[in-house]
């Protein structure tokens, strides 16, 4: 590699897939991956697109690339809530503990909602050859994984004073078999007309709510569309506060303290492979 990677460490730690009954040395065995891609919406763009030309991972034994045949563009405010796009699907790679997995990006751009501008996303150089996840995940022998990357792009833009948007990853992996999501409908008269509507996903019961940038930060956010309804998916399954604030588009992950309103909260549980409803209404 010419040039280091931008490193993120995977947020769900060592990820596990479906382990076979064959307790044998998985080296000399092989497994099936499937990787899909998902993310939540932010409000003053139409599109972020990101080409993608691959994916590299490096187990014990080594490095493995997987090369698409034509680069991918993915929209990834298409992929909102539940919705995914799958970028593997049953790839045969060696089972055993793997390091990290690497996106090979080729380039990424953004649509402005505002006036329909489409513009260059700038890449960090330390990210130039691909985003790199590091942590920890096992394909199992003679069995299978299937895994989603959450690309938070609410935390990921960042807008370069006078040069236009950033874009520096923020991705956390989850096991689909251990993940559910939220979803409900809010209150349309809980903040004005002209507000910029978001419902935020805190880790526990009563979780200290933070902004995009603080130490408290959400696992995961979702807008509410014009219809008063929202989504957060791909949470791993246990207790969450969900909270509501009328002021997103006010939320800057680069700088973090914001003063951040929420209007209304609750607790939720999310069990794997369900969809839980709470809705988000006056108290």
Known sequence: MKKPLLTLALASGLLQGCLSNDSSDATNDSSQLSLAITDAAIDFAAEV???????????????????????????LLALQGSESEALLTGETLPAGEYQWLRLKVESANIVLSENGAQMPLTIPSSAQSGFKLVGGFILPANGSADFTLDF????????????????????????????????????????????????????????????????????????????????????????????????????????????????????????????????????
């Open 152 to 283: 938070d792009v609410r935390k990921s833009l960042t807008v370069n004073a006078g040069s236009g948007y950033k874009l520096r990853p923020t991705i956390r992996m989850v096991n689909n078999l251990e993940v559910g999501h939220i979803g409900g409908s809010v209150e349309g008269t809980l903040c004005a007309a002209s507000s910029s509507m978001a419902v935020y996903a805190y880790e526990g019961i009563d979780a200290t709510m933070g902004d995009e940038g603080s130490d408290t930060a959400p696992v995961a956010s979702s807008l509410v569309s014009d219809a008063y309804q929202y989504e957060i998916g791909f949470l791993t399954a246990g207790d969450y506060t969900v909270a509501l604030t009328c002021f997103a588009a006010e939320d800057d992950a680069e700088v973090g303290g914001d003063e951040l309103t929420f209007v209304v909260s609750g607790n939720v549980t999310v069990d794997s492979k369900q969809t839980s409803i709470f809705d988000l209404q006056a108290q």
């Open 49 to 75: 697109n990101v080409v993608i030309e691959g994916i590299e991972l490096h187990s014990d034994q080594g490095a493995h690339t997987v090369d698409f045949t034509e680069a991918r563009t993915i929209n």
